[in-house]
């Protein structure tokens, strides 16, 4: 799943520390959704939108193929 928050937590002026920190998780955390690398819970998404006063689909983008194609390959 791909997502915004790199750009939108930048466009506020906030370090992945201080979002971490607001969030209640790792820096890491923050990096790794960032990247790709981990998508969030579905409370964790609900709290960063809610952090940015955004809905989650503004803030993350499902694609239906990479669902397809996940479950394809299984």
């Known amino acids: ?5 790199e750009e939108i937590r930048k466009q506020r002026g ?8 607001a969030l209640e ?3 890491q955390t923050i990096g790794a ?3 790709g690398r981990y998508n969030p819970s579905i ?4 709290k960063i939108a809610r952090f940015f006063e955004m809905t989650i689909e503004d803030i ?3 694609e239906e193929e990479e669902q397809y194609e ?3 390959n299984d």
């Open 25 to 27: 998780v790792s820096r």
């Open 1 to 5: 799943m791909k997502n915004r928050l």
């Open 14 to 21: 906030l370090t992945q520390e201080a979002l971490a920190k």
């Open 60 to 62: 993350f983008i499902y």
């Open 43 to 46: 409370l964790l998404a609900f």
């Open 70 to 72: 996940t479950q394809k």
């Open 33 to 35: 959704i960032e990247n």
